[in-house]
Nanobody, 116 residues
């Protein structure tokens, strides 16, 4: 059994910063890609950022230059540093972890609200 525990998120003013983390635990052989997605009310879930096992990253155009994804393989943890936040970044953020032999797993989601 694999569990993902997300932390971080909350309410922040426009221009502010937040940091999210996602820790995987359980029977884990090896983790491939780790990623962050978000879903705003009335919209489909979209990819925000992803990092491969080798550290290669890719970002949605809307967050390039503002968000940074990283991972700590020893801790099976992914991070998302979000800077210069905008109201349109408001959404529930989900982490996804792809584990060798087991497939993809999702976190429970954490709310990020950007508002003055």
């Amino acid at each position: 059994q694999v569990q993902l525990v997300e932390s971080g998120g909350g309410l922040v003013q426009p221009g502010g910063s937040l940091s999210l983390s996602c820790a995987a635990s359980g029977t884990i052989f090896s983790i491939n890609a780790m990623g962050w997605y978000r879903q705003a009310p009335g919209k489909e879930r979209e990819l925000v950022a992803r990092i491969s096992s080798g550290g290669i990253t890719n970002y949605a155009d809307s967050v390039k230059g503002r968000f940074a994804i990283s991972r700590d393989n020893a801790k099976n943890t992914a991070y998302l540093q979000m800077n210069s936040l905008k109201p349109e970044d408001t959404a529930v953020y989900y982490c996804q972890v792809r584990i060798v032999r087991l497939g993809a797993f999702w976190g429970q989601g954490t709310q990020v609200t950007v508002s003055s």
